[in-house]
């Protein structure tokens, strides 16, 4: 983490927020287009990592598919400006843009970028990845969406993150399907209202940060890696608490948006949606909780000597973080009633 507060990483990571915001506040479809160039622009210094092949690898994916994504995004907005009269290129180019949007944030049907990427990047740039980077597409597709064409993709990706995560011994694919997965709850929010988007974005970044910070801390990219470290039980519940919210178990605080959106369903009779949102989350909680049986249940013997000691401060924030996972129950009732 060290070398990461240089003033150039820490220059780029200016303009990557700044840019984000000349596109969220942008009036023309040109501004947003400039401003995702920026912030494709000054990620990419943040990702390559000369020590590291598989970052430098990472970076130029990166570029490949934002690239492509970008110049279909300004061919459709080309289009638009052309014909605009016609409905038949009007329905088209909103397809077109909606499709963009989808692949700059690595949704489905374009998400295979999008765990070979994170697989190749550090803790701190998959939690940006994860978080930020989904936010200008994620308004720019609000602005013009295509609400039949987007159903299509929210299934899609509840069912592919859900799937896709299945078989992964990587912690990093594994919170990359987790993503894809997230990504079709925050699509759905966001066809209700911004603000209940913002709501689960906010939840959902706050969880995503704590997993990071833990895994970074630990130093730990693979599922074997949890059982081979002897850790504190304190740390083993720390890590159980935020996973089970993540998945959005009913105590946890990561459920209280998704209780949200379910209310919101049922109330608009997308039953069949319900029903495959439920059961997707139940796939997540499986293998979140095959993640954390193998750090409670396994202990190595040969690893007695290896013990894991982390700093004061560092322990007590990750308690914090559980701990305002663990009062989701009582700020919801706060909420509601």
Known sequence: MSNFFNSTKLFFLFILFFSSLISISSNSWLGCWIGLEINLLSFIPLISNSNNLLSSEASLKYFLTQSIASINFLFSILLNIFFMKYFEINFFTSIMINS??????GSVPFHFWFPNIIEGLSWFNNFILMTWQKITPMILLSYYMNNNFLFFI?????IVGAIGGLNQTSLRKLLAFSSINNLGWMLFSITISENLWMFYFFMYSFLISSMCFLFFIFNMFFI???FMNNMNSMIKINLLINFLSLGGLPP??????KWIIINFMINNNFYFLTFIFIMMSLIMLFFYIRIIYSSFMFNYMKMKWFKIFIKNNYFNLINYLSFFSISGIILSTFFFY
């Open 224 to 226: 074997n890696q949890l």
């Open 100 to 105: 963009s949007m989808l692949m700059k944030m």
């Open 252 to 257: 946890f605080i990561g459920f209280f948006p």
């Open 154 to 158: 929210i299934i899609m990706n509840i």
